[in-house]
Structures are given as C-alpha cells and as structure tokens.
C-alpha cells in the first residue's frame, strides 16, 4: 500500500497538538521487574526500531556489519511526520532508535511522538569514536562525553523511557568486554541520579549459548559490593532475540529463554525480534509475547524493522520510501504485524502494590565460559586526563582532520617503537579478565597516543625526530621538564577512582560521524539484523587489536 503525504500540513497539525495538550505523557518508572505508568498500570514495550541504515563497508573487521555512518531519524522532522501515522497504524508505544546527533534539534520529532503517546528507547553509542568496541574495549572520556551529551540533549523530552549502553558489546568471544559495559552502567547511571532523571539504564544483549548469556545478564544487574545497591545494575535487560521464526509456538522457541529468565531481578524485554530466515513473517510471537506464557517474565519487545535493513541473513524491513522522501509503501510485513499488534490486550498485572523492590543479588564468579572481572574500570576523568596532555612533551597534531583510523595506526606503531626502546604500553589499556587497568585506560585514544609517542620521544634523548611520527606530532614547548610517566603519576594520582560525572562542555563533538549512526540486529546468523553500530574504526582494530608488549598482553582503546 502506497500513501503519499503533505508533510509541511501534517507537521502544522501535528505542532498544534502538541500546543494544545493539557495532559503530558505519563511517566512510567520500574517497581522490581517490572514497569508501571504513574496510575499504576503495567506497561508494556509494543515497539519498532526506527532508524534508517548507514553505509555499510565489508571489511575483515567488520564481521558484524555495522555502517560507519548513520541518520539521525528524530531530527528529521518532515519523515517522522510522514512516518507517524503508520506507527499509529501498527499501535506502536514505543520506539527504539540506535544513535542521535546531540547537536541536533529534535523538537519536533520528540514533542510529536509524546502527544501520540510514544515512548523512545535511545542507544547512547555512535559511530566510530562513541561506542565500547567489542574487540579494543575501553570506558574513556570521549565515551562518557559522547552519552552525557546525549541525555543532556533529550533530557528536556517527557517520553524517554530509557537509554541503552550498548548494543552486542559482548559476544561468546569476548565475554571480558562485561566490566566495560557494566562501568559505563554506573557512570551513567549516576549522572541520571544527579540529574534526576527517570529515565532508565539499559543493555540490548546477543542471544547466545546460556553458559555465557545468562552470566552476564545477571553481571549487569547485580551488586558487586554484596550490599544490595543498584549503583552498577542496569535497569532494563535487552534480548535481542530471532528464534522464532515462520509459524513456530512458544514451546519451541521460546519456553527456554523465559525459564532462564524466570528469576531475573529487573526489567526484561525482547529488544529485537522478527526472524526473517523462514519468510514471511507471520506476527505470531506477539501473542506470545504479551500473553499468560510470558508476561509473567517479559514486559514486550521491539519488532525489526520499520525501515529496510540488510544483513547476511537477509532484508528486513516493512516500509519502503520514495526517493524524494515522501511516500510510504508498506509492505505485507507491515500489514501482518498491524494485524498481530492489534490482537495485543496488555495483562494488569502483578499489581504495582504488590510487587517487592528489586533485589540485587551477588555477582557471578568467572568461569571459563564467562571471563569477566568483578572489578570494574574506573570513571573516567576529563580534568585528569586533560591536565596530563598539557603536560605531555611530545603531542599528538594530526596532519589530517579525519584522524580516527591514523590514532589506531599510531598506537600500533608507537607501542611497538616503545617496547623496542624498553618501555611499555601497559599504562593506556586495560583487561576487563584480570581488573586490571593502566593510569591512562579512561583517557581519550589521542591522549593516550601523546602519551606514547612523548615516552617515546624521552627514550630517544628528546630527538626532535622521534617526536614525529610522519608529520603527526609536535613537541609541546610549554612541558614540564619531567618525564611522561611522571606526569601521569601526578595528573592522575588516583587512578582507579569511581565518582559521579559532570556536564561536558558544549563544544566537544557530539556529533561523531557527523550525523548519523545505526539500527541494530543481532551478529548471529540465525535471521538477526545487522547492527549499526561501528564501534572498531576508531582505533583501527584491524591493525590494532590486542598488542603484546615486554610479554603482556593489553587490550587498547
């Protein structure tokens, strides 16, 4: 079905109900497992992602998929009027949207969502330098600036319901990439609490094998202190999850993960879900899902996806767009999750009276098949590492503007220059399997690159040269005559301190890639989508990966 649309006419109509609404969204907040509205009625999540693919480039590094740019879907305000009133169509409360420019304008966009009483679930990650790489890990300040920015930005909006710290960071392979994520949990976390926010803290997780998926649902959301404190817990646990496919029943595909979950201690919810191996999509899991066989352990999910999406498993999708953005064409995919949506009667219950605050129990030990530490890295700390890279003597100067891949390069050849000089690189990386992480792990990746390539400078004498490295440094004439290490001794006194984040100033880039990143979708191959997250350019895995330096091995970001 065709339908084509004045959006300017739309969008005035849309403004105008906005400024006449006297009764804003209600708010809804977490009691225990589950989530209430402010009359005390369980809500449900009956969502769709939304947000159109980025560019995807196949690479060896890329195995996941994940387009290097994105769109910014609700900073456009001419497609979200064009696009509202089929999300009313399919009876949507929510949307999931995996990465936004917080130095755009989303008024319109948000403000038209909240007076049709949709919700938004935001992924704070972006592109390139705003995301917890899943093979180079680090929880630095450039991260933690990118998603204060982003709250900052949508904290002014009633109809956030929460915000994700990551999509799929963890796979079976890299199960020690959980003490980053839950790091980033409690920093989070804590800026929310200090902004007093309700939004919630949430994890959008691969569905895997259980020796590793249930460990680290429940490493999120318990307490490492053994005092019941939610300060490290996520919120709201995302699955990811396409095993039903075709006209499967619960038995079949999803009796297993509710089990599992059955005891789970906060909010639980399919993040994705739409298998598109065993065309066509049927809908059905929505019964299910909603129904007596669920319910009791799931609060909804989030169909994959109103807007084309490509992955290995195949096109997702149920609308299509004109090329001059104007016309809707939905496809048959559409019309069968409309029909499945609006056979949905939310259950009221448990009543919110009667369900107990959520517990949060000690974490899981490590096992073979679960490598995480129970210690986490440290907040990280702007002033510090700021105040370190005034003092470095040799600074990293960018002979390009687009230096996101070259910082990786960099580092590579920097720490393999060091060690060859007698010195290591084990100050700027971490290991989330021991808990151990160097002074500088929480600095941004070019401060980290000036710290090398100054020690690197100081074991050759100061040579000018050595400071170089082709055209990408300068020596700071304005540093101390100590040594880079000394420095960091200084600058960073306190290495594995934990406190509550501040503000960011304004000016840092919020931008990423300049406007846009991803939609999601699971990395397995058994009908997931592609996520749109690309989390390795950064730091140039490929080249970079995991370097063995003086006999240790440190994970770098």
């Known amino acids: 079905m065709t339908k084509s649309l004045g959006a300017s ?74 696009d509202l009133p089929f999300l009313q169509e399919l009876g949507v409360n929510t949307i999931r949207v995996y990465s936004v420019n917080s130095s755009l304008n989303h008024d319109a966009c948000m403000n038209a969502f909240s007076a049709a009483g949709i919700y938004t679930i935001i992924d704070l990650a972006l592109p390139l330098n705003g995301s917890i790489d899943r093979l180079s890990p680090s929880w630095s300040t450039n991260i933690l600036d990118q998603y204060i920015h982003t709250i900052d930005t949508f904290s002014k909006y009633d109809n956030v319901l929460a915000y994700n710290i990551g999509n799929e960071v963890v796979v079976q392979e890299s199960t020690q990439v959980a003490p980053y994520v839950k790091a980033a949990a409690r920093d989070t976390k804590a800026y929310l609490k200090s902004q007093d ?128 953005s104007r016309t809707v064409t939905t496809s048959d995919d559409f019309d069968r999750l409309r029909t499945q949506y609006g056979l949905v009667t939310f259950i009221n219950s448990p009543s919110q009276s009667s369900v107990a605050a959520a517990t949060y129990p000690t974490c899981p030990a490590s096992t073979s098949t679960f490598l995480a530490s129970s210690t986490l890295p440290p907040t990280p700390n702007e002033a510090a590492c700021n105040c370190l890279e005034s003092s470095l003597s040799c600074r990293f100067t960018p002979a390009t503007s687009n230096y996101t891949t070259v910082v990786g390069e960099l580092l590579n050849v920097g720490c393999s220059l060091l060690g060859q000089s007698g010195g290591s690189c084990t100050e700027i990386g971490g290991n989330g399997q021991t808990g151990v992480y160097g002074r500088l792990s929480g600095c941004d990746p070019t401060i980290k690159l000036s710290y090398v390539m100054s020690q690197f400078y100081e074991a050759n004498d ?25 420095a960091a001794s200084s600058c960073i006194a306190n290495p594995s301190a934990v406190f509550t984040p501040s503000a960011v100033p304004t000016t840092a880039n919020s931008g990423a890639t300049g406007g846009a990143t991803t939609t999601g979708g699971s990395g397995t191959n058994t009908g997931a989508a592609a996520s749109l997250i690309d989390t390795n350019a950064l730091l140039g895995t490929g080249l970079m990966g995991i370097i063995s330096v003086l006999g240790a091995i440190w994970t770098l970001a």
């Open 9 to 82: 006419a739309l969008f005035t109509l849309l403004t105008a109900l906005v400024a006449t609404s006297v009764q804003a969204i209600p708010r809804i907040t977490r009691t225990g497992r589950y989530l209430y509205d402010e009359s005390g009625t369980r809500f449900y999540i009956k969502g769709i992602a939304y947000q159109e693919q980025g560019a995807v480039v196949a690479s060896d590094d890329n195995p996941f998929g994940e387009p290097s740019t994105f769109i910014d879907p609700l900073a456009l305000p001419d497609a979200c009027s064009r």
């Open 197 to 324: 926010s309700s939004a919630l803290v949430g994890y959008a997780a691969i569905n895997g094998a259980s020796n590793w998926r249930e460990p680290l649902a429940n490493y999120l959301s318990c307490d490492l202190t053994g005092s019941n404190s939610d300060a490290t817990a996520i919120d709201l646990y995302g699955l990811n999850d396409y095993s039903w496919c075709g006209d499967s029943n619960f038995q079949s595909s999803y009796a297993g993960i509710t089990n599992a979950f059955a005891n789970y201690n906060v909010v639980a919810y399919l993040s994705e879900f739409g298998c598109i191996s065993s065309p066509p999509r049927l809908w059905t899991e929505s019964g299910a899902l909603f129904g007596s066989d669920m319910n009791t352990v799931w609060s909804g999910g989030i169909a994959f996806s109103y807007f084309p999406a490509q992955s290995a498993a195949g096109q997702f999708g149920m609308v299509t767009i004109s090329s001059d």
């Open 462 to 486: 100061r040579n000018p040269q050595s400071c170089s490295f082709a055209g990408n440094g300068t020596v700071n004439p304005l540093a101390p005559t100590g040594s880079a290490s000394s």
